[in-house]
């Protein structure tokens, strides 16, 4: 009895590994899943989710990443697939370039790990914790560990966009340089003055470059 029920359990989760998702294919790596993954980890945690190949996922969302040794020169994890990403980890990779705009819309994301010269997205005062690994974990809203401005609170408001970035908007009612202009942006006048001036301008240069060659093959026609 024992027996059956062992290879139920085991038949159970074999099936459920076999139903989940492959990882996206802009990030397959054909390198084997390293030692060590804290991805892995991590995943091991929490109910419903497995590691399979570097992605840690249930049937629905992807939780977690571990993308070391992957070769990666530049990050593209901007789709809504990896919205939903809590840990990431980028080390052993050569990137030519790193930002806090390629980990814009990871709003979820509580645990980083980077190749040791780069630092955490935003500095230290956007996680609560970093160190020399790079670890960066618990990611906080810039707006207020950096304390953005963005000018008279009636007129703007400062938006959490990903790990270590952020954004000013207008509150509703309010548009223009630092949003000081109050009603709505007029669509239709800035429309009008974008195209009635290239449509008069189109004409004019028409006009002219129109009749200089007539007039050119005039004076040839007459110096026959």
Same mark, same amino acid.
């Given at each position: 009895?024992?027996? #059956?029920? %062992?290879?139920?359990?085991? %038949?159970?989760?074999?099936?459920?590994?076999?139903? #989940?998702?492959?990882?996206?294919?802009?990030?397959?790596?054909?390198?084997?899943?390293?030692?060590?993954?804290?991805?892995?980890?991590?995943?091991?945690?929490?109910?419903?989710? #497995?590691?399979?190949?570097?992605?840690?996922?249930?049937?629905?969302?992807?939780?977690?990443?571990?993308?070391?040794?992957?070769?990666?020169?530049?990050?593209?994890?901007?789709?809504?697939?990896?919205?939903?990403?809590?840990?990431?980890?980028?080390?052993?990779?050569?990137?030519?370039?790193?930002?806090?705009?390629?980990?814009?819309?990871?709003?979820?994301?509580?645990?980083?790990?980077?190749?040791?010269?780069?630092?955490?997205?935003?500095?230290?005062?956007?996680?609560?914790?970093?160190?020399?690994?790079?670890?960066?974990?618990?990611?906080?809203?810039?707006?207020?560990?950096?304390?953005?401005?963005?000018?008279?609170?009636?007129?703007?408001?400062?938006?959490?966009?990903?790990?270590?970035? %952020?954004?000013?908007?207008?509150?509703?009612?309010?548009?223009?340089?630092?949003?000081?202009?109050?009603?709505?942006?007029?669509?239709?006048?800035?429309?009008?003055?974008?195209?009635?001036?290239?449509?008069?301008?189109?004409?004019?240069?028409?006009?002219?470059?129109?009749?200089?060659?007539?007039?050119?093959?005039?004076?040839?026609?007459?110096?026959?």
């Amino acid at each position: 009895m024992l027996q #059956m029920i %062992a290879f139920c359990l085991l %038949a159970a989760v074999y099936g459920e590994r076999n139903q #989940m998702p492959d990882c996206p294919n802009p990030l397959s790596c054909n390198v084997p899943l390293p030692m060590n993954s804290e991805v892995e980890e991590f995943c091991t945690d929490r109910l419903g989710f #497995m590691i399979k190949n570097r992605c840690c996922s249930d049937i629905n969302t992807l939780i977690g990443l571990d993308l070391r040794h992957c070769g990666i020169t530049k990050l593209n994890i901007t789709y809504p697939v990896f919205s939903d990403l809590e840990i990431l980890d980028l080390r052993e990779n050569n990137f030519e370039k790193f930002s806090s705009s390629d980990l814009t819309g990871l709003l979820n994301l509580v645990e980083l790990y980077l190749p040791k010269h780069l630092p955490c997205p935003g500095g230290p005062n956007c996680w609560n914790e970093s160190n020399n690994m790079t670890k960066c974990s618990g990611q906080r809203d810039p707006c207020t560990s950096l304390n953005i401005s963005c000018g008279e609170p009636e007129n703007a408001h400062c938006i959490h966009t990903g790990p270590g970035s %952020a954004k000013c908007e207008c509150q509703p009612g309010y548009f223009g340089y630092k949003c000081l202009n109050e009603g709505e942006f007029p669509v239709t006048g800035f429309t009008l003055g974008v195209i009635l001036p290239t449509i008069v301008l189109s004409v004019a240069l028409w006009f002219i470059q129109g009749r200089d060659p007539y007039k050119q093959q005039g004076n040839v026609g007459q110096s026959f």
